[in-house]
């Protein structure tokens, strides 16, 4: 079974702080996501990755960065956290083929303070 | 680019009653129509997704119907139970190449009250 693990259930971290989201999957998955989950607003895209020191802008990149130094590892930057940053994060994987489901991890709940 | 909408946005039923969740999308390019659940405090999972070569999908109590014409798709439950409660979202992608993006709709929550 696909395993996606983020390594904090819950965050919380002050405005201008530098936050780091990190992401592990063990099923050698080329396609790496991080999607924001809002309430009425369902997941938004804000970067992907589809292979190693790859990345693309997803619809809301604007605060965020990422980073992917290994496969199974993607991780997402704040740079300067802010409080409209305060949020649900949700990394995801998928095979690079088209038409995949993507495996999702169990979410990150992230206050700034 | 793409926009998905996703309708209603909250919806309670009877249990044993079905429901029926309603998405439309924006780019006619897309081919590709995925479904996840997500309950509370879980993570979003694939429950059932279709393909623009078909107009329909079962898989036991669930089935998804594609009408690419009208640009919209339905997610049916049928004798729906208590264990049915979740978010559940719809998403559309053009699905040509793994860089396609998925874009989802907001979610309806769905409530099966016993």
């Known amino acids: 079974d696909v395993k996606v693990t983020q390594s904090s259930r819950y965050l919380v971290k002050r405005t201008g702080e530098k936050v780091f989201l990190e992401c592990v999957q063990d099923?050698?998955?080329?396609?790496m996501f991080w999607y924001r989950q809002d309430p009425g607003l369902g997941l938004r895209l804000i970067y992907f990755s589809y292979d190693v020191k790859m990345k693309e802008k997803g619809d809301i990149p604007e605060g965020y960065s990422v980073s992917r130094e290994k496969k199974e590892r993607f991780s997402l930057i704040l740079e300067s956290a802010s409080t409209n940053q305060t949020s649900m994060y949700l990394c995801?994987?998928?095979?690079?083929?088209?038409?995949?489901?993507?495996?999702f991890g169990d979410g990150t709940r992230l206050s700034i303070l | 680019g793409e926009n998905v909408e996703q309708h209603p946005s909250t919806l309670s039923v009877q249990e044993g009653d079905s429901a029926v969740i309603k998405c439309t999308y924006s780019?006619?390019?897309?081919?590709?129509f995925p479904w996840y659940k997500q309950e509370l405090g879980k993570r979003p999972q694939l429950i059932i997704d279709i393909r623009s070569n078909v107009g329909e999908k079962k898989d036991q109590r669930i089935a998804v119907t594609l009408n690419k014409t009208a640009k919209h798709f339905s997610l049916h439950i049928t004798e729906t139970q208590p264990e049915d409660s979740a978010v559940y979202f719809c998403?559309?992608?053009?699905?040509?190449?793994?860089?396609?993006?998925?874009?989802f709709g907001p979610g309806t929550s769905l409530s099966v009250i016993p």
């Open positions: 995801a994987s998928s095979l690079s083929s088209p038409n995949q489901p993507q495996h």
């Open positions: 099923m050698d998955h080329e396609n």
């Open positions: 998403a559309a992608s053009k699905g040509w190449t793994s860089y396609d993006k998925v874009i």
């Open positions: 780019d006619s390019a897309s081919n590709y």
